[in-house]
C-alpha cells in the first residue's frame, strides 16, 4: 500500500483555497504509478496505452476532478484513458443499482494495461471486489483509490493525522472546550480513525 502524507495540502485546500490542490497532487500521483505499472508490466501492445477507470458519482466535484485531472495527466503522457462510471453510488441493492452496475460487464480487460478503481465512490465493496479479480485474471494490474483491497497497489490520504492536527488547532490555538463530531459511516475505516483522533486530542486536553 502506499501511504500519501499530504497534511500541508490538505490544510491549505481546506482552510484557505479549493480542494483543488490536494487532488491534482493525488492524479499526478495515480498517473506516476500506473504509468510505472504499465512499463513493468505490459505484455501487448497497441498504438496506445490505456489507463481504465471504474467508478461511481462522476458528477460530483470530488470524483470529477479526481478523473478530470487524471485524464488530464494521462493524456498528457500519451495514454488513452476509459471510464466506466454509474451515476449513483451502488450502496442500494436494489433493480435499478443493478441495471446501472451492468455499466462495470462491459469492461474488455484484454486492452487494459492498469486499471484504477475507486472504492470510496462505488458503495458495495462487492462490486469493486468483483472488478479487481477480474481484472487480476487477465493480468491487469489494479490501483485502488482512497481505500485498501487485496492485492491492489492502494493509493490513501494519512486522514488519521491530519484530522488530529483540525483538532488540535480547534482545541489548542482557539480554546474550544465543548467541541462536537458527526462521524461518519459506521465500521468504514476512515471514520474510525476519525472519531480515534477526536478522543485522543480531547482526552491530552483533559476534555470528557
Known sequence: ?????????????????????????????????????????????YL??????????VQSDYVREIVSSISRKGVKEGYKVLLFNTFCDLYHNSSYNHGEAS????????ILDVLIIMPEAIKRSSISNEISKRAHEHGVPVI?????????????????????????HVIEFHGCRRVNFIAGVKGNAF????????????????IE
Open 191 to 206: 471514520s474510525e480513525e476519525r472519531i480515534e483522533a477526536y478522543k485522543k486530542v480531547l482526552a491530552e486536553n483533559g
Open 144 to 168: 485502488c483509490v482512497d481505500s485498501t483491497m487485496d492485492n491492489c497497489c492502494s493509493v490513501t490520504f494519512n486522514y488519521s493525522d491530519v484530522f488530529e492536527k483540525i483538532v488540535r
Open 48 to 57: 496506445y496505452k490505456i489507463i481504465g477507470i471504474c467508478t461511481s458519482c
Open 1 to 45: 500500500m502506499v501511504k500519501l502524507t499530504v497534511c500541508e495540502y490538505f490544510l491549505i485546500a481546506v482552510t484557505y483555497q479549493s480542494k483543488k490542490a490536494i487532488i491534482l497532487y493525488f492524479a499526478v500521483s495515480l498517473v506516476n504509478i500506473a504509468c510505472s505499472f504499465v512499463r513493468v508490466m505490459t505484455t501487448h501492445h
Open 103 to 110: 455499466i462495470f460487464d462491459l469492461i474488455n480487460y484484454d
